[in-house]
């Protein structure tokens, strides 16, 4: 069974400065990997998606790495703004199924 | 198009009752998946659709949980009948294709007293 792990679970940083999100899997067979963004009460927004022949994937202040060997994906948000606070969450895909890790709450400080 | 919809936004019922949750996937999207929001739990799959046909419902908790999907525009996704521990927030998603990119409705948020 795919098991997601993302840490830290919580981060707190100043505005500017830049963030580093970190994902990791156990079973490496995967066909993408997902990260959503999760506003409270909210739904779920997909920021990036890296398929499993990629290496990594750019969008704006966002970049996705991914190295599916050692199960390892990174999220790295550039020049933290308030308005980045909210919940980020990794989803790997096996078999067509999602599976999410728990997340890394962010609170950008004005 | 409008995206994933869900219906209702927020339910609260009392235990016993039966609780229907309903969602309309993006036009054209062959995939339509059911998952489970919770504190303790995360986010977790419950079942999922090809082509209104249930390809996957292991992650259905027990036999009070039942889903179809009738037609390609519209599934739901039923509690009958319902505990206070089912209590969550539930999403539906769909995609173009099994391994594409899958859309999030805004999720119904579910109490049960």
């Known amino acids: 069974k795919q098991e997601v792990t993302q840490i830290p679970a919580a981060l707190s940083v100043p505005e500017g400065e830049n963030l580093v999100l970190n994902c990791s899997f156990t079973?490496?067979?995967?066909?993408?990997l997902q990260w959503f963004r999760q506003d409270p009460g909210k739904g779920l927004t997909s920021l990036l998606l890296?398929?499993?022949?990629?290496r990594e994937q750019t969008s704006g202040r966002l970049n996705a790495s991914l190295d599916k060997s050692s199960g390892r994906s990174t999220l790295y948000i550039a020049a933290s703004q308030p308005g980045d606070s909210a919940t980020y969450l990794c989803?790997?895909?096996?078999?067509?199924?999602?599976?999410f890790g728990a997340g890394t709450t962010v609170t950008v400080r004005a | 198009d409008a995206g994933v919809i869900q219906s209702p936004r927020h339910e609260v019922t009392e235990m016993g009752q039966e609780v229907t949750l309903r969602c309309k996937p993006i036009s054209g999207h062959d995939y339509l998946f059911w998952y489970r929001q919770t504190m303790m739990r995360g986010l977790e799959l419950l079942i999922y659709?090809?082509?209104?046909?249930?390809?996957?419902d292991s992650g259905m908790p027990e036999d009070r949980f039942s889903a179809k999907m009738p037609n390609a525009s519209f599934s739901t996704l039923k509690i009958q009948p319902s505990e206070p521990r089912d209590s969550a927030v539930y999403f539906c998603?769909?995609?173009?294709?099994?391994?594409?990119?899958?859309?999030f409705g805004p999720g119904t948020r579910l109490t049960v007293t």
């Open positions: 998603a769909s995609s173009l294709l099994g391994n594409y990119e899958q859309y």
């Open positions: 079973d490496s067979a995967i066909y993408n």
């Open positions: 989803a790997v895909k096996n078999d067509y199924k999602l599976s």
């Open positions: 890296i398929q499993s022949s990629q």
């Open positions: 659709f090809n082509n209104n046909v249930p390809i996957d």
